[in-house]
């Protein structure tokens, strides 16, 4: 189940909204809330559910072995085990094949390649573990005692395909009890309703075009053409999964939640450093406290940090070497950026704008082919094309001629344009009020209309 499907829309989401308001108390809330998120995992994949619970009771066994051996080698041995199971966990089901296939190219091994499918969501839920079990050990939060408390913050619904990566200690008050009020209430619906809107209606249709350039007509594209093909993946990916954390945050508000944020117009960045503070923040945070840091941060070995992140964080994304090559790619530029910070402080801002784009765009080549004979003609093709522009090409164009204007409008960080004392943004504010309910349901019912007739549209980020 998917949140941008008819399913969820009218018949999970209703439901689950109502037995949670009818419930008497939290505890009952949280129960409420639990079942609905275990069903909701459950629906597309039961099999993989109790993987999910074992890894939530196991961990929260650990944050209460920690709690009860503070000050003592035990509990470091706590945090080391649990790190170990989850991790084996992670790289067993998601790197299994990838493993066996590499080792098998240079020694022939004596069993099958493993064939378990990829369990959705164990990238995002095996993070929040690990962070739990490591805060707990560095004494930021209290171990959870109530089990059934840990399992709904491990499988809430709202995060658990595809994120963010919500740290136990951000919602931890909100667990025991929360504060639901309308203004949170239409706060969720809103964000809800933009986040579908940017999935249906720009993500998706940014999907057929990067089909027509990247998968149909590959081969015959010019090099305009296909730099056109991957610009439209990287609006895919930017719509999609941004538009999959503004629905996941306002569901959140909607049962009393408060998630971080997890984007924040990030085409609108001066530098590829600049551009990941703002592009999947909760994971970027969870490599810099868990991993950069610990290794000496900036205080020491500050290149070879960044290149191990960038590399893990590569490997995080999928088992391919494309993603490893890609994460070596930002490694570099990252280390690039730091020993030019001199010029690049000088640069105008216009420059420093279009070379960030231009190299995230051309990443977003290296994240999409997987097959390294794609990938390289695929590059040389940008470059060095004998291919002319299709016909059609001027088409398409013309075709989305608006659907580009509203793209570059949702791009704009309108609010880093306009700030809080802006007169004009106060008086937005004000007078949206008025018609935003309205505003819901426009995009709700332009978003059903998309969908009645749309086959399975899930979100990109469900397969890492």
Same mark, same amino acid.
């Given at each position: 189940m998917v949140f941008s499907s008819l399913t969820f829309l009218y018949l999970f989401l209703p439901l689950s909204l109502v037995f949670h308001y009818v419930s008497k108390n939290d505890i009952f809330r949280n129960l409420s809330l639990t079942i609905f998120s275990l069903i909701f995992y459950a629906?597309?994949?039961?099999?993989?559910?109790?993987?999910?619970?074992? $890894?939530?009771?196991?961990?929260?066994?650990? /944050?209460?072995?920690?709690?009860?051996?503070? /000050?003592?080698? @035990?509990a470091k041995v706590g945090v080391v085990l649990s790190v170990i199971v989850n991790l084996s966990l992670l790289i067993s089901y998601k790197y299994g094949g990838f493993i066996f296939? %590499?080792?098998?190219? @240079?020694? $022939?091994? *004596?069993?099958?390649?493993? #064939?378990?499918?990829? *369990?959705? /969501?164990?990238?995002?839920? #095996?993070?929040?573990?690990?962070?739990?079990v490591v805060d707990v050990y560095r004494g930021d939060v209290k171990a959870q005692r109530n089990p059934l408390n840990f399992l709904m913050f491990i499988s809430l619904f709202q995060h658990l395909v595809a994120g963010p990566i919500v740290r136990y200690k951000q919602i931890a008050n909100q667990i025991e009890k929360r504060t639901i009020n309308w203004s949170k209430m239409s706060d969720g619906v809103t964000r809800f309703c933009i986040g579908l809107f940017k999935k249906v209606v720009i993500?998706?249709?940014? /999907?057929?075009?990067?089909?027509?350039?990247l998968v149909t007509n590959l081969y015959e594209l010019s090099a305009f053409e296909g730099w056109f093909g991957i610009a439209m993946f990287s609006i895919q990916l930017y719509f999609d999964f941004s538009g999959y954390s503004d629905m996941a945050i306002g569901l959140a508000k909607l049962f009393g939640f408060d998630f971080d944020e997890n984007f924040r117009h990030p085409y609108a960045a001066t530098s590829v450093a600049d551009f990941y503070r703002r592009w999947h923040i909760s994971l970027g945070k969870f490599f810099r406290d868990y991993v950069y840091i610990p290794l000496g941060g900036n205080r020491k070995h500050h290149d070879r940090n960044i290149f191990i992140v960038w590399f893990l964080t590569g490997f995080w994304h999928g088992a391919n070497w494309n993603f490893a090559l890609w994460g070596t790619y930002f490694g570099l530029l990252m280390v690039l950026e730091k020993?030019?910070?001199?010029i690049l402080d000088k640069t105008p801002r216009i420059l420093k704008h279009s070379y960030t784009l231009v190299l995230i765009v051309f990443s977003r080549?290296?994240?999409y082919f997987v097959d390294f004979n794609k990938l390289t003609y695929f590059v040389g093709n940008l470059f060095v094309s004998k291919n002319s522009v299709s016909p059609g090409f001027l088409t398409d164009i013309?075709?989305?001629?608006?659907?580009?204007?509203?793209?570059?409008?949702?791009?704009?960080?309108?609010?880093?344009?306009?700030?809080?004392?802006? *007169?004009?943004?106060?008086?937005?504010t004000k007078n949206y009020q008025f018609v935003r309910p309205a505003v819901n349901v426009f995009l709700l019912f332009l978003a059903t209309?998309?969908?009645?007739?749309?086959?399975? %549209? *899930?979100? @990109?980020y469900t397969r890492f």
């Open positions: 629906w597309a994949e039961p099999m993989w559910i109790f993987l999910m619970i074992f $890894t939530a009771f196991f961990d929260y066994s650990m /944050g209460l072995f920690i709690s009860r051996n503070t /000050g003592k080698s @035990l296939d %590499n080792l098998n190219s @240079l020694v $022939t091994l *004596p069993f099958s390649r493993p #064939t378990n499918s990829l *369990p959705v /969501g164990i990238s995002f839920y #095996t993070f929040m573990a690990i962070s739990y993500a998706n249709v940014a /999907g057929v075009l990067v089909d027509k350039y020993h030019l910070k001199f080549a290296i994240f013309s075709m989305h001629a608006f659907w580009f204007v509203l793209v570059i409008l949702l791009c704009i960080p309108w609010d880093e344009v306009f700030d809080a004392s802006n *007169p004009v943004r106060i008086k937005f209309l998309l969908l009645v007739n749309a086959t399975f %549209n *899930p979100f @990109l």
